[in-house]
Nanobody, 125 residues
Framework: QVQLAESGGGLVQAGGSLRLSCAAS????????MSWFRQAPGREREFVAAIRRNGGTSYYADSVKGRFTISRDNAKNTATLQMNSLKPEDTAVYYC??????????????????WGQGTQVTVSS
């Protein structure tokens, strides 16, 4: 059974940092691109970051570029999102997702077939 499980969310003050992890099981992790999306209350799910299956290329939303870093460890079947300089507007449920995407679709949620249950990130001002 293919599963993704996020962890590491929590409450942090503005300017602080959090590290989210996504543990994958039930499939060949190294064969899939990985991404992070987020959804705030009353808003649509939005792309945050993605990384290619070999870890060679990463992509970021403009809103997080320079503050967030996505990485992966194919030996440990994990993907990580390091979030620094957090802002209140980063408050959302964060989801990791796995799929196969071409460059033009890598920021679209429709490119990903497997999703985790989400982890809450709350940034206080």
């Amino acid at each position: 059974q293919v599963q993704l499980a996020e962890s590491g969310g929590g409450l942090v003050q503005a300017g602080g940092s959090l590290r989210l992890s996504c543990a994958a099981s039930g499939y060949n992790f190294r064969n899939y691109d990985m991404s992070w999306f987020r959804q705030a209350p009353g808003r649509e799910r939005e792309f945050v970051a993605a990384i290619r299956r070999n870890g060679g290329t990463s992509y970021y939303a403009d809103s997080v570029k320079g503050r967030f870093t996505i990485s992966r460890d194919n030996a440990k079947n994990t993907a990580t999102l390091q979030m620094n300089s957090l802002k209140p507007e980063d408050t959302a449920v964060y989801y990791c997702a796995a799929g196969s995407a071409i460059t033009s679709t890598i920021r679209r949620s429709s490119a990903y077939t497997t999703w985790g249950q989400g982890t809450q990130v709350t940034v206080s001002s």
